[in-house]
């Protein structure tokens, strides 16, 4: 099962990225505070109401479950949610949404994140990159610069390792 931010609640979340479609565009401005706050109540109301609906039936049937940014944009990409309030609000938020059994966090240098993000300055990855360095939670690093079937053989690896025990 593949979630790409927020869970869906109606209907059954894609199996893959490709099945998920193009995601929509980021936003340029956070808006108003309180409209972001709002957003951010929102999504972990959703991220509960989908972990309850969706997730934790398919982690019962030994589904596998990847979800993509999920609560943690708010930390790492805040403007691009429309969320413009402190960053510790969206701290919080991390710790009040159901916590997934591993988080992994591609890092790259500023200059290899700007040949792959071309709408993004320099100024803005390297903000990004610094904001998603303080997400308050225990989070596995690697270096997104490594070929992508390295990357995916030690995620693979790492998942195994986590899940069993």
């Known amino acids: 099962m593949y979630l790409h931010f927020r869970p869906r609640l109606w209907t059954p979340p894609p199996s893959s990225p490709i099945e998920a479609g193009i995601p929509p565009p980021k936003q340029n401005d956070p808006g108003p505070r309180p409209l972001g706050w709002l957003r951010l109540a929102r999504s972990v109301g959703v991220f509960w109401?989908?972990?309850l609906r969706w997730i934790r039936p398919a982690l019962a049937r030994?589904?596998?479950v990847v979800g993509d940014r999920w609560?943690?944009?708010?930390?790492?990409?805040?403007?691009?949610?429309?969320?413009?309030g402190p960053p510790w609000l969206a701290r919080l938020a991390t710790r009040i949404a159901p916590h997934p059994d591993l988080v992994v966090r591609l890092t790259a240098p500023a200059e290899i994140v700007a040949?792959?993000?071309?709408?993004?300055?320099?100024?803005?990855i390297q903000m990004e990159i610094e904001k998603w360095e303080?997400?308050?939670?225990?989070?596995?690093?690697?270096?997104?610069?490594?070929d992508v079937s390295s990357l995916?053989?030690?995620?693979?690896?790492r998942l195994a390792r986590t899940t069993r025990g």
């Open 62 to 64: 030994g589904t596998l």
């Open 71 to 84: 609560v943690y944009g708010y930390v790492g990409q805040p403007v691009a949610l429309g969320f413009g």
């Open 134 to 146: 303080t997400l308050p939670l225990d989070v596995w690093v690697l270096d997104s610069s490594m």
């Open 49 to 51: 109401l989908g972990y």
């Open 115 to 124: 040949k792959r993000k071309l709408d993004l300055t320099a100024a803005e």
């Open 152 to 157: 995916a053989d030690a995620v693979a690896a």
